[in-house]
Nanobody
């Protein structure tokens, strides 16, 4: 089994910062891409940022220059540093990880439970 545990969400004023973390644990052989998605009420889930095993990153246009994704491979953890937050960043944020489980050849995708980010004055 694999578990993804997210943390770091909360309420912040516009212009503020938050740092999200997502730690993967369980019978993991290797981790490929890691990413963050978000879903606001009444909207579809969208990609926020993604980082490959080699460290290549891509971001949604709406967060470029404000958000930074990073990973600590030793801790099987992905981070999302969010600066200059705007009310439109308010959403439920999910981490997504593609990995190989011990003894399983194929890659599988896993989702975290979601952490709420609310940007409001």
């Amino acid at each position: 089994q694999v578990q993804l545990v997210e943390s770091g969400g909360g309420l912040v004023q516009p212009g503020g910062s938050l740092r999200l973390s997502c730690a993967a644990s369980g019978s993991i052989f290797s981790i490929n891409a890691m990413g963050w998605y978000r879903q606001a009420p009444g909207k579809q889930r969208e990609l926020v940022a993604r980082i490959t095993s080699g460290g290549s990153t891509n971001y949604a246009d709406s967060v470029k220059g404000r958000f930074t994704i990073s990973r600590d491979n030793a801790k099987n953890t992905v981070y999302l540093q969010m600066n200059s937050l705007k009310p439109e960043d308010t959403a439920l944020y999910y981490c997504n990880v593609f990995l190989r489980r011990v003894g399983v050849e194929n890659l599988s995708g896993y989702w975290g439970q979601g952490t709420q980010v609310t940007v409001s004055s």
